[in-house]
DNA sequence: TCACCTGAATTTGCCGATAAATAATCATTG
DNA sequence: CAATGATTATTTATCGGCAAATTCAGGTGA
């Protein structure tokens, strides 16, 4: 049987809130009583159970992990998997569980959340992508539940905690390089506006176009559903109308999906660079220039930031931007392209 | 506030113990009042507390993922991504949750099991990786906890619940078929026997190679840390003594690892294949022939076996077999290779 | 010596749901 | 018409731990 908190009072020859009392460490026990105990409770090899503690407390030292599942997208991106470990280490570390669930569609992600909160299940909540208008966001915060992005929201950005890249420099940087080696004519291939990460990344790419003082040009911007396939297809009608010199994809099996576009109609030299440190960026030929997004580290800082949001920590950050790095690869760089 | 199942009773007119019984839904109640009882219940969108009904049933509806963390394989693999979306679907739409566990080492793994047993966090546990003698395995069988394996335990196999591929029969087949396409010299990069996996597709190499009539070297197989850096090297040494015409490997990763190393030293023309349908084996160049193990299979039966022992289904299955397709690519196929 | 205080431990009543035991209602039947 | 049984609903105790209220023991000071 299961040893319970009576059976560890009673070998003590204490009464059983004694023993709760030590358990949590409180002034009232004398050190003699406490030590007295600690020894019979390792003794009996007890362990608190954890859902009677969790009736008792309101609390249950669990996160909820939503994850979204557009299908592939969560498949070959090893970004999902960085985020759950870092998450992962740093809520062990802090006593804290995750449970994760995949959600197919926004009304899957809500109803997942409306019933985590309803049900008492989880103290806080993880989102990892964000939508612009995003319904999650709006029903957390309408019914106050603490929760953290991953990402950013755009609409009350201060009152929500969140983690994030700065993806407005990061994608500026990598234009601002490209045009440093001499490229003019930058196509941008990216996901659905709608998506903050997206928006960011467009912006980048458009600060650096004007702060160099390149016109802007409508044919050379694409935005749609970020998979290799869809990109695939916009470069081919994009080499109908113009040429262009390099390319900037929001992942990197965009961007070499964009490219393989141009390889085939036969527009060579053209340099190309993603996001995300894919295995494709390392194992492709050629090596893929690409930004790390130090996924890890946004999983653990989101787990930072909520957990010490949930235990009220008045020094807490509110958000916390992560660094991005670009990595130079052969794509950028000089290669015999064939 | 919280509704709780008292204040539906209230204002249903009925006891609290009546509302509990309309959610179980049993024969006791008439239909009016479950009807009426209903009503109320969505009136006040009330939600049952989780957490007391696990205290009261001894029952959490919670299973707990232990992911091994040996720290890159986890990232590049889609294998783990995948497995966990097979859980996590079919787990959802039997009403389960899923808490998953990052352990760096056997012992944290064993600590991390200890832990949800005694606090009673979780009604059963999965396993995704296994070795000949695994301490996890025969601490969840001593303690008599539910669980399954991914993967397949060596000692107690019968008693044991778990979901795996043929792994014998899937290298056997990739062995074989190179035989057929007139290899002789296949070399094999395996990873430790101390894992269940490696030592069956070991097996299944063994064999394929007897069957043939082909005479045992054992300067062609090695085994070893399976990553590519590792079969990079260790190839590099085989071919200071022995040139393979072919090559199969535990991971897609090893395969090429094993392969840039006879690129490298100019052994041209050499076959390659292996397992988990990963990234690279579809990104590079050539395409790599690989076994798609169908990982997310894998947890939706893991999930499904798991859930019916735990629900006491008579009619269940103990063990199943996922099938494993064999994928050929360019890598073993007729091309021209550099 | 008695009233009073303080520190240490125990009683008691929750947390929210479940289920066994009990009670109430109504119909059937000898 | 009372007795019996079937059906439906309510009381009550429980799951394991927590904490407010309470009791108890011992020490102080007047």
């Known amino acids: 049987m299961h040893v319970t908190i009576k059976h560890v009072a009673k070998k003590a020859g204490v009464s059983p809130s004694t023993v709760s009392r030590v358990i949590a460490d409180s002034p009232k026990i004398s050190v003699a009583t406490k030590k007295r105990v600690f020894e019979t409770m390792k003794e009996m090899n007890y362990q ?3 859902i009677a503690r969790s009736l008792a407390n309101r609390v249950t030292y669990t996160l909820g992990l939503i994850l979204p599942s557009k299908d592939e997208e969560v498949f070959e991106n090893p970004f999902f ?27 899957e992600e809500v109803e997942t959340i409306q019933h985590y909160m309803d049900s ?22 309408k ?11 755009e609409a009350q950005r201060d009152k929500v905690l969140w983690v994030d890249n700065d993806n407005v ?8 390089r490209l045009i440093e080696q001499g490229h003019r004519k930058i196509a941008y ?17 458009r600060q650096a176009i004007e702060q160099n003082g390149i016109d802007w040009d409508d044919r050379l911007v694409v935005e749609g559903e970020p998979t290799e396939q869809k990109a695939y297809e916009a470069m081919k009608q994009m080499l109908k109308i113009i040429n262009p010199d390099a390319i900037v994809g929001t992942d990197d ?21 993603g996001f995300n440190n894919t295995p494709l960026s390392i194992y492709n030929n050629p090596t893929i220039s690409t930004v790390d997004i130090n996924a890890e580290k946004l999983g ?19 958000n916390i931007i992560v660094e991005a790095n670009y990595i130079e690869r052969e794509s950028t760089l000089d290669y015999v392209r064939r």
């Not at 992962?88 to 669930?101: D, E, F, L």
């Not at 420099?169 to 601002?176: D, K, P, S």
């Not at 990460?197 to 467009?202: G, M, N, P, Q, S």
């Open 189 to 205: 291939i990216g996901g659905e506006q709608q998506f903050t990460v997206y928006r960011h990344r467009l912006r980048g790419y």
């Open 169 to 176: 420099m990061a994608m500026e940087n990598i234009v601002n």
């Open 143 to 153: 019914r106050d539940q603490p929760f953290v992005v991953i990402g950013r929201p």
């Open 48 to 50: 608190p159970n954890i």
């Open 81 to 107: 998997m960085q985020v759950m470990r870092g998450l992962s280490v740093y809520a062990k570390q802090k006593g804290y569980y995750i449970m994760y669930n995949y959600c197919r569609s926004e009304e």
């Open 253 to 273: 099996t965009v961007a070499y999906g964009a490219y393989k576009a141009t390889i085939e109609a036969g527009v060579l030299g053209v340099a190309f660079a």
């Open 120 to 141: 008492k299940w989880v103290d806080g909540i993880i989102l990892t992508s964000t939508r612009i208008k995003d319904k999650s966001v709006e029903l957390l915060m």
């Open 300 to 318: 653990h800082y989101a787990a930072q930031v909520l957990i010490d949001q949930l235990e009220k920590k008045t020094t807490m950050e509110r």
